[in-house]
C-alpha cells in the first residue's frame, strides 16, 4: 500500500506539469531520464527508492540527518571530520553523508525529493537551483537564518532565484583562471596584447614542428570561451534569461579565439581538455586556463604553478571574466517542521569560519564569510590572493534552466567558426536564433 501511494505522489506532481514550462525545465535538468521512463519502471525505481530510506535501522530513536554531495574525496574527508566533531558536541543527533556523481546526483535528487523522500541537506554547484526550484524540492531560506548571519557571508555565496534564498555556499568557484608553470613564465600577462607577445616569446619550434606552446586551453568548448565573450562586452544571457549572442562582442570574441590559432599560431590547431593537460603537466606549454579543479592535479605532477586572473582586453578595457559558481548547501522542501530547526542548526556549523578556514588551507579553496578576509594565510597565500581577485572579476554563473539551451545552441555554431564553416558574423546569428527555438521548445 505505502510503495502504491509514493508511486501515485510522484505521478500527481509529475504527470500533471507535462507540456507546461516546470516539466520541461526539470526534464531538462534531468537529461530527460524521466520521461524514458515508462509507467512500468517508474514503480519499481520508486518502490527500490522507499527500500533505501526504510532499511536503514529503526532502533537507534535519535533524529537523523542526511546530506548529499557531490564533493572530491579530499573534500569528503574534511566533510566527514567536521561532521564527526559535530556529533560528539551533539550526541542527540546521527548526521549521514553520501556521495554521488554531480549528474546522479541531481536527477536521484529530483526523483527522490518529488517522491517526498530524499536527504535533508544537498550539496553542490549553484546551477541546479533552478530546476530544484521550478519543481519546488527545496525551500526558501531567506527566513530560516537571522539576517546579520547572512550579510556575513561574500554576497556571491548566496543564490537567489525568483527573489528567494535556495543556496548558501561554503565555496566560491569553479572559475577558470590563466595558471602558468613558473619555470617558463617569470610574469604573467596583464592584457591580451601582451599575453599574445609572451606566448610567442616562449614558444619552442624545432625544425618546423611545436616543440612547447605559450598557451593551450579547451577552448573548443563554449564554457572556455565565456571569459572572451565577456572580456569584449558580451554576454550569454539578459537578466529575463533571452539569450544574447547576436552582438559585435561575440563576433570579435569569436574572431579573437580564431585568431590565437590562425593568425598568431600560439596555440595548439586541435585541442580538448586532455590534450592541453597533457601539454602542460609535460612542460610543453607555458600557459594553461583551466579551473580551480586543476590546481591540486598539476602540483601533484611536479608543475611549478602559479595562479593569475585572465587578461584585460586592450579594445574594450574590459577584464574576461569567466562564470563564478557557489557550492553550498540547499533544505529539502520535504523535512519536517519538527526536524528543520536540527537541520538549520547544522548546515550553520558546516559554515562556521573555523571549518571554512580548515578547508581553505587543506585544498586552496575560496572562503565565502567576510570576517576571514582579513587573516593571514588567505591574505597571504599567493594561489587564495588570485583567486580572489579572478572571482571578484567573474560574473555569477545564471541559475535559470535556461543557460543549458544557450549552451547547446553556441557549440555547433562556435566549432563551425574554428573549422572555417562559418563566419563569426553568421554563428552569432545562428547561436541566437537556435538558442530562442531551443528555449521555446522547453517551454511547450
Known amino acids: 500500500m505505502y510503495l502504491t501511494h509514493l508511486f501515485s505522489s510522484l505521478r500527481s506532481k509529475f504527470i500533471p506539469l507535462r507540456g507546461r514550462r516546470p516539466t520541461s525545465w526539470g526534464l531538462l535538468a534531468l537529461g530527460s531520464p524521466l520521461i524514458a521512463l515508462s509507467s512500468k519502471f517508474i514503480p519499481l525505481l520508486v518502490g527500490l527508492l522507499a527500500l533505501s530510506f526504510f532499511s536503514c535501522s529503526e532502533k537507534d530513536p535519535r533524529p537523523r540527518i542526511v546530506i548529499w554531495h557531490q564533493m ?18 551533539n550526541p542527540g543527533i546521527i548526521v549521514e553523508q553520501l556521495y554521488k556523481e ?29 530546476p530544484f526550484q521550478v519543481m519546488d524540492i527545496i525551500l526558501p531560506l531567506e527566513d530560516l537564518f537571522e539576517k546579520e548571519w547572512l550579510e556575513s557571508f561574500n554576497p556571491k555565496a548566496l543564490t537567489f532565484f525568483k527573489g528567494h534564498l535556495y543556496q548558501v555556499a561554503d565555496k566560491l568557484g569553479n572559475h577558470l583562471t590563466l595558471i602558468y608553470n613558473k619555470d617558463i613564465v617569470k610574469t604573467p600577462p596583464q592584457t591580451d596584447e601582451e599575453l599574445i607577445e609572451l606566448c610567442k616569446k616562449i614558444m619552442v ?5 611545436v616543440q612547447r606552446y605559450g598557451l593551450v586551453w579547451n577552448y573548443t568548448e563554449p564554457f572556455f570561451f565565456i571569459p572572451f565573450l565577456s572580456g569584449f562586452g558580451g554576454w550569454v544571457m539578459d537578466d529575463e534569461g533571452n539569450p544574447t549572442l547576436n552582438t559585435q562582442a561575440n563576433i570579435d570574441a569569436l574572431n579573437f579565439i580564431k585568431d590565437l590559432r590562425d593568425r598568431y599560431k600560439i596555440i595548439p590547431r586541435e585541442s580538448d581538455y586532455n590534450i592541453a593537460e597533457v601539454l602542460f603537466k609535460d612542460g610543453k606549454a607555458g600557459m594553461i586556463i583551466n579551473g580551480d579543479w586543476s ?13 593569475a586572473p585572465l587578461p584585460k582586453i586592450t579594445k574594450t578595457g574590459l577584464y574576461c571574466a569567466p562564470m563564478v559558481s557557489p557550492k553550498g548547501f540547499s533544505i529539502n522542501s520535504n523535512v519536517k517542521k519538527e526536524k528543520l530547526p536540527e537541520v538549520v542548526k547544522l ?20 572562503i565565502t564569510r567576510i570576517s576571514l578576509y582579513d587573516d593571514p ?44 564553416a562559418k563566419t563569426a558574423e553568421e554563428a552569432a546569428r545562428d547561436m541566437q536564433e537556435l538558442a530562442i527555438r531551443k528555449i521555446k521548445e522547453m517551454n511547450e
Open 72 to 89: 572530491r574525496v579530499d573534500e569528503r574527508e574534511i566533510l566527514e571530520a567536521q561532521i564527526k566533531k559535530y556529533t560528539e558536541q
Open 102 to 130: 554531480t549528474e546522479e546526483l541531481r536527477s536521484g535528487y529530483i526523483i527522490a525529493a518529488i517522491a517526498g523522500q530524499g536527504p535533508d541537506l544537498v550539496y553542490g554547484p549553484s546551477d541546479q537551483i533552478g
Open 205 to 209: 619550434i624545432q625544425n618546423g614542428k
Open 295 to 307: 590546481w591540486a592535479g598539476y602540483l601533484k605532477a611536479g608543475v611549478n604553478i602559479g595562479i
Open 347 to 366: 548546515l550553520k556549523y558546516l559554515m562556521e569560519p573555523e571549518n571554512q578556514l580548515e578547508t581553505a588551507k587543506l585544498l586552496n579553496t575560496m
Open 377 to 420: 594565510f588567505i591574505k597571504n597565500d599567493e594561489i587564495l590572493v588570485n583567486s580572489r581577485l579572478q572571482i571578484e572579476r567573474g560574473k555569477p554563473m545564471p541559475v535559470v534552466p535556461e543557460l543549458r539551451a544557450i549552451w547547446d545552441a553556441m557549440r555547433p555554431s562556435y566549432q563551425a567558426v574554428l573549422g572555417g
